[in-house]
């Protein structure tokens, strides 16, 4: 307790800055829309007035389809972002996180920062969920069909199935 009345909680707080960058956003928007804001139009101005959809690129998305895959598995959403690695929660991650880069535009460095990974942990589970479930690799990342062939080293005279060559049987 303060001298002014109650200290405002982390939640009041939080809430009150996003209120205030959504209305800086609305703010921002109707001065690009010519005075016209969602809430109606200006004075003197006639029509109505577009809803600003959110950003295509923002990680909000991706925090939906968490909550849809954490529903779907009945597995919290905070255990699928955490480091916990039961076998429960990996199918589920993995899930969460193809879905990620199939259904936005984000790049795994974005996706990686949504889910505390990094992009090379986000492109190893769309692998492995690629490799368990049969799905499709999403936008061109078959990484195998890029590796080249292993070419024979100096001892080609190995056999068909990868055995040394035994001993060589002189008769004289």
């Not at 109707?30 to 016209?36: F, R, S």
């Not at 190893?124 to 062939?149: E, F, I, S, Y």
């Amino acid at each position: 307790m303060t001298a002014f009345g109650i200290r405002p909680t982390f939640r009041s707080d939080a809430a009150r800055r996003i209120e205030a960058a959504g209305r800086a956003f609305a703010e921002k928007e109707a001065h690009a829309n010519g005075g016209v804001t969602p809430a109606g139009p200006a004075a003197g101005s006639c029509g109505t007035a577009p809803i600003a959809a959110p950003p295509k690129r923002s990680p909000g998305a991706c925090h939906r389809i968490i909550a849809e895959v954490a529903a779907r598995h009945d597995i919290p959403v905070h255990d699928i972002l955490s480091d916990r690695r039961a076998r429960v929660l990996i199918p589920a991650r993995h899930e969460a996180i193809w879905r990620c880069v199939m259904e936005t535009p984000l790049s795994l460095p974005a996706i990686g920062r949504v889910f505390h990974r990094d992009h090379t942990s986000i492109g190893h589970a769309v692998m492995r969920h690629h490799l368990t479930t049969g799905d499709p690799l999403p936008r061109g990342m078959d990484w195998k069909a890029g590796r080249r062939k292993r070419r024979p080293g100096p001892d080609a005279s190995r056999s068909e199935d990868g055995d040394a060559p035994g001993p060589s049987t002189v008769t004289t």
